[in-house]
């Protein structure tokens, strides 16, 4: 008998505990609903803010553009100038459509004038030239107008932009007139067979 009741006061006991147990679980499970939405709110918010952040991103580089367009500037940072309208090679994606362009050079005394005009213009303060093309080693004077942008730009980079074809080929007056004139060559390296060591050399011999 003495057990009966034992029994089944460890059952009420239980079922209590139990109560309390399922009681406790309704409040986190409350809890967690009103913590998932408060995530859905936030992870809204969060994206309203990206597509606002979106928005403020591009009107402040246009902005930005605007700006540029209407400050007028302290010096030209780049001059691209073709030596060449056409070239040695054929590429299908020429940005410079050379590959549909004529037999064409610039003409030297005419060139040696508008450096001179620019010169003026600009007071000499141009960062960094681009000799280029086509394909500029065409040019059978290109090393004059070296000489002639060095002239009128002396605290200007200047840039020969090639695909380096006929480097190797160069004479002896070609390489002085770099070293000369403070040329810096930039050979577009192209899956085309080039003996780029030689031409290293060639830079190395020369200085």
Known sequence: MQNKKLWILSLLKN???HQKIKARLEILENQNIHLTIQNQHLEKSIQTLKEQNKILSNQNVATIHSLHK??????????????????????????????????????LEQFSKDMQQLN????????????????????????????????????????????????????????????????EIHPTKYPIKIDWDLIEAQCKTYG
């Open 15 to 17: 079922a209590k505990q």
């Open 70 to 107: 209407l400050t007028p500037q302290a010096y030209l940072k780049l001059i691209e100038i073709h030596l060449a309208e056409h070239c040695n090679l054929n590429c299908f994606s020429c940005s410079h459509f050379s590959q549909l362009s004529p037999k064409h050079f610039p003409s």
């Open 120 to 183: 003026s213009i600009t007071k000499g303060l141009i960062g960094r030239f681009h000799l280029m093309g086509g394909e500029p080693l065409l040019n059978p004077n290109c090393k004059d107008f070296f000489a002639v942008t060095r002239k009128f730009f002396p605290d200007s980079a200047i840039w020969l932009v090639t695909n380096g074809i006929l480097l190797e080929t160069q004479p002896q007056e070609f390489w002085e007139s770099c070293k000369e004139n403070n040329i």
